[in-house]
């Protein structure tokens, strides 16, 4: 299952009932300080009952309190549903057919919790449910019930197997079909049960497992956090090796009782009644304990290590726990981080956000952050970006990307300059960090041949990557890069041999020469394509073979067995100015003419 919004009523600063839609992969959820970004978090966290964060009495708004409520709500909606579950029996059915999904058809769960104490009160799914009270009851029978109530109805002779209480309910609803069904709030916590188990057990069974990594979290190896992972890996370890360790035991207790009784025998020529009263027994059994931490080439362990390289690590220790838990399963994992920018170098927050976004692309991953760090904000894809900001009332609201929305969210979180702005003379938008080093290493190469005069760093040329195609639309629609102050342009590969990505990338075509603006992109597929088949072949021992239009990244990955997006930061700092200029070579009628050399020159002008 996915987690496909999640809405608030009365929790905390969260007044009005609010819903913030989850996006299938990554979400971040943007704003200023002390706006309602964590208490989304904390909320999910509460909802999945991941312990990192429990509910209280002060999760209440105060106003509504005062109004006269007396609960707080937390409800989840998933999609990605199984299609089939076992809520009795060993038989199969679906939430469909149980009539358990919403008028979206998404499983709605919702949690009611107490005002006066912050206790959860209820669970309950919200679901379109058959109105007829009869067939509202069906969840709730026992086997015995409903061979009962089906005999009544006489459709005994349609069930199969008369020992599963699945099917006499599936009879019992198509005997009765059409059914009109209205909107339930069907209690799941209690009274609610199969013959073996509760039906809430066997669908909370399905549901994400839920992750928090907050902003103040310690970072120490010490911490209990930290420890657990590690030290599971040490009883794994130990279980795996048990026959070996009982062995060993077994030895030593042998040899250690040959020990005691040898000596008995020596004590008893010398004081027989002393020995007669002594018995050689082990009084517990040996403890295996093991201390475990990282530490580095130096033997400095990860407490003694700045905070930033302590939380990086934790962070990853918090992961391999999340992932511990669904070994073996199909269940999607929500990692939500809170603030990863949090003692973290600039260069490791980009790192990091990159990560996280190759996170998101995995089956069965789905990431939440917040942040109020304007370069990480720009690499969360837009549809993910909910925008967290106050009504005229000071009431948190979540808004959902659009031109206006993005636009506020930019001014509110501002333009952090890159690294380098202080002496620039122009920018070139790219979508990552390898077009960065394409260019970079285009140009200082070529120079250092004398095909060009000059390299980016001697234009004051400053690459700023921007995220993918959709944040480069972002940074055109609401001129941020004016804002800047500078000339500036955009770099993009072509994707031509992606025929939906290609045509949004004439769509920035478009928009970047509307505004009077040079655009360059790729004559090939992406950058990829221009590396030089036997440079990789010298380097990896493979060989490789792709065509200007096929996806080479992928080709490339593949055959060295590496990353397909790492492809480019690790072959193409390789390539030398005539392997630069043969890769790009085209033909303009009788003329040959080199893109690539075209590309630096008419990059290095920008700044003229």
Not at 49 to 68: P, R
Not at 230 to 259: N, P, T, Y
Not at 269 to 281: F, K, N, Q
């Amino acid at each position: 299952m996915r987690l496909k919004s999640v809405r608030l009523d009365h929790f905390r600063g969260y007044r009005a009932t609010t819903i913030i839609p989850i996006d299938e992969a990554m979400t971040g959820i943007v704003g200023r300080n002390d706006y309602g970004k964590s208490t989304i978090l904390e909320a999910l966290a509460i909802f999945f009952e991941s312990g990192d964060v429990k509910a209280d009495k002060s999760d209440m708004n105060c106003f509504s309190l005062a109004e006269g409520a007396e609960q707080f709500e937390i409800a989840c909606e998933f999609d990605g549903l199984p299609e089939a579950l076992i809520l009795d029996e060993n038989a199969h059915t679906s939430l469909a057919q149980e009539y358990l999904l919403n008028a979206d058809g998404a499983l709605e769960i919702v949690k009611t919790y107490k005002a006066s104490t912050g206790k959860l009160e209820r669970t309950a799914i919200r679901c379109q449910h058959p109105a007829d009270e009869v067939l509202a009851g069906l969840l709730s029978l026992k086997i015995a019930e409903l061979k009962k109530l089906g005999e009544q109805r006489g459709i005994s002779d349609q069930v199969v197997d008369k020992r599963v209480a699945s099917q006499w309910r599936h009879a019992i609803r198509a005997a009765a079909q059409p059914i009109a069904c209205q909107e339930m709030l069907l209690d799941v916590s209690k009274g609610l049960s199969t013959d073996s188990k509760s039906i809430w057990e066997k669908i909370d069974a399905h549901l994400p497992i839920f992750a928090l990594f907050k902003a103040d979290r310690e970072s120490s190896d010490g911490d209990a956090e930290a420890k657990n992972p590690l030290q599971q890996a040490v009883k794994e370890a130990q279980s795996a090796l048990q026959d070996q360790i009982s062995a060993l035991e077994q030895q030593i207790e042998a040899s250690v009782l040959d020990v005691a009784t040898r000596t008995l025998d020596k004590l008893r020529e010398m004081a027989p009644e002393l020995a007669s009263e002594l018995t050689p027994r082990f009084k517990e059994k040996p403890k295996w304990s093991f201390s475990f931490t990282l530490d580095g080439e130096n033997g400095i362990p990860i407490n003694k290590r700045g905070s930033g390289v302590r939380r990086l690590i934790l962070l990853n220790f918090f992961r391999a726990e999340a992932e511990k838990a669904v070994v073996g399963s199909q269940r999607n994992v929500i990692y939500a981080i809170e603030e990863p920018e949090t003692s973290q170098h600039p260069n490791y927050q980009i790192m990091l956000m990159k990560a996280l976004l190759e996170l998101s692309n995995q089956p069965n991953r789905q990431i939440v952050v917040t942040t109020h760090v304007p370069a990480l904000a720009g690499l969360i894809p837009i549809d993910g970006v909910r925008y967290v900001t106050r009504d005229e009332n000071g009431v948190p609201v979540v808004r959902m990307p659009s031109d206006d929305v993005l636009r506020e969210a930019a001014e509110s979180l501002g333009v952090l300059p890159e690294t380098g702005m202080e002496r620039a003379r122009g920018i070139i938008l790219v979508e990552g960090k390898s077009d960065i080093t394409f260019l970079r290493h285009a140009a200082s190469t070529l120079k250092a041949a004398n095909v060009v005069d000059r390299d980016l760093d001697d234009q004051g040329l400053i690459p700023i990557h921007v995220g993918g195609c959709g944040n480069v639309k972002h940074w055109v629609t609401h001129k941020l890069a004016d804002e800047i102050g500078l000339p500036w342009c955009v770099f993009l590969d072509s994707d031509i041999g992606d025929p939906l990505q290609h045509k949004s990338n004439l769509k920035r075509k478009q928009e970047v020469e509307g505004l009077g603006r040079a655009f360059y992109s790729t004559r090939k597929r992406e950058i990829e394509n221009y590396l030089c088949p036997e440079l990789i072949q010298k380097q990896a021992g493979v060989l490789v073979v792709f065509t200007d239009t096929c996806d080479a990244k992928q080709i490339i990955g593949d055959a060295v067995g590496m990353n397909p997006d790492d492809v480019s930061e690790r072959f193409w700092p390789l390539m030398n100015s005539e392997q630069i200029l043969q890769s790009s070579m085209y033909r303009d009628g009788e003329e040959e003419r080199s893109e690539i050399k075209e590309l630096i020159e008419s990059l290095l002008a920008l700044a003229d």
